[in-house]
């Protein structure tokens, strides 16, 4: 039986949300076709009616989820995103929370097409926080973006490192307190 345009779209649509979770759960390499497939509800060989390879596939699940972080993320005070994304609940969520933290290190080993699709989320990423930095002052600040750079970098450093520990332990568990507090402390300070 042949499904519809929109039915293929849908499906398309949900192969993409499953890979971006998994993805950022496992990494490009822990997730094959077959398993990322069986766990969308489908057949392997439905793969290749939708992409025309994995690496297809990453980029646009990647495209997707960061599009979902860039938007969180202008929805947010400067204040509340570090609250938000420097915890513990955010480090335990791999595969709903951000793509950077997730992702950058296996990012920085695929192919340009990939890497592009992560500069452009770091850059929207970049455009929410500056402009959430900027609400409210009566003059703009001259190094808004630069203190953006250097507060994300920090947040997804932090998250990565936590994460590179066990959950439960102190160090995963005191990195993202002192990362948390020193960027609280930079933000007021610069307000």
Known sequence: MK????????????????????????????????????????????FYKHFASKADLMAEAAQHSLSKSSASAAELEVADFINVYVSKRHRDARATGCTLAALCGDAARQPEALKTTFASGVENTLAALEKNAQAGLQTPA?????????????????????????????????????????????QHEQH
Do not use: W
């Open 142 to 186: 001259p190094n808004a973006r630069e203190q953006m750079i250097e507060l994300l970098a920090q947040a997804v450093g932090a998250l990565m490192l936590s994460r590179a520990c066990a959950d439960d332990s102190a160090l995963a568990d005191e990195i993202l307190e002192v990362c948390r507090g020193g960027l609280l402390r930079r």
């Open 3 to 46: 499904i519809t345009k929109t039915q293929s779209l849908a499906n398309r649509a949900h192969i993409v949300e499953t890979a971006s979770a998994l993805f950022r759960e496992r990494g490009y390499d822990g997730v094959g076709v077959a398993e990322l497939m069986a766990t969308a509800g489908f057949t392997q060989g439905g």
